[in-house]
């Protein structure tokens, strides 16, 4: 089966940075992704990391490590507006072809 | 350009109906997913379609189902709707394919919200 370990919540100040684990156990892999969802809203896609490193786009930036089944969100320079859902996604084999199968989810909540 | 559009967005049923929901993706995209998401379940594959053919499937019982239509338009159905199937379902939108441009980038709708008395 396919599974995704991330921390269920996590909380910062404004300013601050925050990482955001992600573990996961899938019979393959193509891609690890990572989605925000504010409260009542659809999720948005962030960022996509297919090979080992780093991935930054503006505050957010997005890690992987394939060899350890790993990846992280980072966020710095929070600001209240981040308060929202945070889900990591793999693309790994699924019946015929491929799904998209998420984490729980990570709440962060950032106060002032 | 106009995103995905689930309708309808609320709805109230009584156990043992049935229900369906409707998702148009964002012009171009030809893959649909659904997903359903539930206080702490994070959001459970349902099913992804790709030119009226459904790829995958979720482990959800045989209620579920769903269609692409020619259009690329796609519906789900629940059938026999019991207390456990209140939720937010989700469909997504995606160019076929690999790579950051193709299916890892999910479009989503603002989903529907069905609650079962």
């Known amino acids: 089966g396919q599974s995704l370990e991330q921390p269920s919540e996590v909380t910062a100040v404004e300013g601050a940075i925050v990482q955001i684990n992600c573990t996961y156990q899938?019979?393959?892999?193509?891609?690890l992704s990572w989605y925000q969802q504010h409260d009542g809203g659809a999720p948005t896609f962030l960022s996509y990391n297919a090979l080992d490193g780093l991935e930054e786009t503006g505050r957010f930036s997005s890690f992987l490590s394939r060899s350890d089944s790993y990846g992280y969100l980072l966020l710095q320079e929070l600001q209240m507006k981040d308060s929202a859902s945070y889900f990591c996604?793999?693309?790994?084999?699924?019946?015929?072809?491929?799904?998209?199968?998420f984490g729980k989810g990570t709440t962060l909540s950032v106060s002032s | 350009k106009a995103g995905v559009t689930q309708t309808p967005r609320y709805l109230i049923k009584t156990r043992g109906q049935q229900v369906t929901l409707s998702c148009s993706p964002i012009?171009?995209?030809?893959?649909v997913s659904w997903y359903q998401q539930t206080p702490g379940q994070g959001l459970q594959f349902l099913f992804e379609y790709f030119s009226e053919t459904q790829r995958n499937k979720g482990n959800f019982p045989g209620r579920f189902s769903g269609r692409q239509f020619s259009n690329s338009r796609s519906e789900m159905n629940v059938s026999t709707l019991e207390l456990g199937d209140s939720a937010l379902y989700l469909c997504?939108?995606?160019?076929?394919?690999?790579?950051?441009?193709?299916?890892?980038?999910?479009?989503f709708g603002a989903g529907s919200r069905l609650t079962v008395l």
């Open positions: 997504a939108s995606s160019l076929a394919g690999t790579g950051l441009s193709g299916a890892n980038v999910l479009t």
């Open positions: 899938t019979s393959g892999f193509y891609g």
């Open positions: 996604a793999v693309r790994a084999p699924y019946q015929a072809g491929t799904a998209l199968i």
């Open positions: 012009s171009g995209h030809r893959s």
